[in-house]
């Protein structure tokens, strides 16, 4: 099934800060799939080549391609430290000039928190080009955001003639915070379903390996932690409620890298668990995650902090037909982790509540798993760059010049 066509006339510029391993792939879909004419701004050039991750701990480049394919080009940036986690780290003067040479009908826009991104609102309102807002925050674990800081992000979002919304914790911060209705658009959160394919040869081949250098019979579940291991994202308080349980027959994988390596190595030599019942594998790239997550009985992702917007991690995990285990504060618990049903989900203000879920997870036998097999697949089946697209092609279907 193809998406519904791109109205026409349709020259879409999309302004995103650097080339992301997720959205990448959907751009280079969106061409293939659909024929849209768009032509991608990229702000600066982390992730394509080299930069330091702070996260992460290491500088890093992701081992796919996210550039070929796709029509665009990188922005000059002029920052004295480029990078997302400052105001001016998106620094690009001559933004609005190559937007002006290439005369768009609408813009796309991902984030509105840096220098280049206010320049591109203010700009396009003098040129009359609609603008499309594409983010995915939510109020999960605050409740609000303050009265200021709600009224003028208010008036921020009243700028976008079309609203693109990840989801439902995503949909309700945008309703609180004024977009009216029919200026929002469901577009999913979604990643590479063909790459992420249980199906595929290469893939089960390269996880046949992975469990043997792994040790692994094919009775050892594992469960799975992949991201950065940073307090956010709580890897310690998994893998002590892992070792609490110290269930039979189960290892608990660590992928990835950040400030809490040091910690998770200690602790888990300390009971006696590092290299037997726990393992931690070096940073995982991306080429090698399809076969990682085909090695899971579980995917986890236990975050605490309201920094966890979706957890794109889960997508893949579930597209190789793994169910989830989430807090009830990751964003796309609501759309894609049903206790019981898709996974398992444990409140983020309860002590034990991770130790609990877990157990309930590890319990599970084998008529349960392929039931939550099927219901996982099922779901997932929803969050595909398909429908994100539609989104995409149902909310510029609405703009008019403002």
Request: aromatic share 10%; glycine share 8%.
């Amino acid at each position: 099934m193809k998406p519904p066509p791109a109205p026409a006339p349709l020259r879409l510029a999309v302004v995103v800060s650097h080339p992301i391993q997720y959205y990448a792939p959907w751009f280079q879909w969106m061409r293939k799939e659909a024929g849209l004419d768009f032509h991608v701004f990229y702000l600066w050039s982390a992730g394509a080549t080299p930069a330091l991750d702070p996260q992460f701990g290491r500088t890093m480049a992701w081992d796919v391609d996210l550039c070929g394919g796709y029509a665009h080009e990188f922005v000059p940036n002029t920052a004295r430290k480029p990078g997302t986690d400052h105001f001016f780290g998106l620094r690009n003067p001559d933004l609005t000039a190559r937007l002006e040479a290439y005369a768009p009908s609408a813009i796309l826009l991902f984030g509105y928190a840096y220098d280049a991104h206010l320049r591109v609102i203010a700009w396009a309102g003098r040129r009359r080009v609609p603008l499309i807002f594409r983010g995915d925050s939510h109020l999960l674990g605050r409740g609000n955001l303050g009265f200021w800081k709600e009224v003028v992000l208010g008036r921020l979002y009243r700028r976008f003639a079309a609203v693109l919304y990840t989801g439902h914790a995503n949909r309700a911060y945008f309703e609180r915070l004024g977009v009216p209705a029919a200026r929002l658009f469901f577009a999913p959160h979604s990643v590479d379903a063909a790459r992420f394919n249980p199906e595929r040869a290469d893939v089960q081949a390269a996880a046949a390996g992975l469990r043997r250098e792994l040790g692994l019979d094919s009775a050892t579940r594992v469960v799975l932690f992949a991201g950065k291991f940073i307090p956010a994202k709580q890897p310690l308080a998994l893998l002590e409620a892992f070792l609490d349980l110290a269930p039979p027959q189960a290892v608990l994988v660590f992928a990835g890298d950040g400030e809490q390596r040091a910690a998770l190595e200690s602790r888990a030599g300390e009971r006696g668990a590092l290299g037997t019942s726990v393992r931690l594998l070096p940073f995982t790239n991306q080429a090698a995650m399809p076969a990682l997550h085909a090695i899971a009985s579980v995917f986890v992702l236990p975050s605490r902090g309201v920094s966890e917007t979706w957890g794109l991690a889960v997508n893949e995990a579930m597209h190789m037909g793994v169910p989830a285990l989430v807090s009830d504060r990751v964003g796309c618990q609501q759309d894609l982790v049903t206790d019981g049903v898709t996974g398992w989900v444990f409140a983020a203000d309860d002590p034990s509540g991770l130790r609990r879920a877990l157990e309930r997870a590890l319990s599970a036998g084998d008529d349960a798993r392929r039931i939550l097999r099927a219901a996982v697949m099922d779901r997932i089946s929803g969050y595909r760059y398909l429908q994100t697209t539609a989104g995409l092609l149902q909310a510029c279907a609405t703009l008019t010049p403002s």
